[in-house]
């Protein structure tokens, strides 16, 4: 179902950063960075949605207001 793979990849990019930094360090070969078995149009944009949610968030969240 192409919900269900939009959810994998989303959760799967949410994970990535973590994941990322931990294999870096040589832990967690077990788990992929990236599942290709689930590659796919749908898998992709939840992956790519999700890896960047993290950055877009802190991006967004710095604002600066004029003193008064």
Do not use: C, K
Not at 24 to 53: C, H, I, K, M
Request: proline residues 4%.
């Amino acid at each position: 179902m192409w919900w269900a793979d939009l959810l994998w990849g989303f959760w799967n990019g949410l994970t990535a950063w973590v994941v990322l930094i931990v294999h870096v360090f040589g832990g967690w070969e077990q788990y992929p960075f990236y599942d290709v078995t689930r590659a796919g149009n749908w898998y992709d944009f939840g992956f790519l949605v999700g890896a960047g949610s993290p950055l877009l968030g802190a991006i967004g969240g710095t604002s600066r207001r004029a003193p008064a």
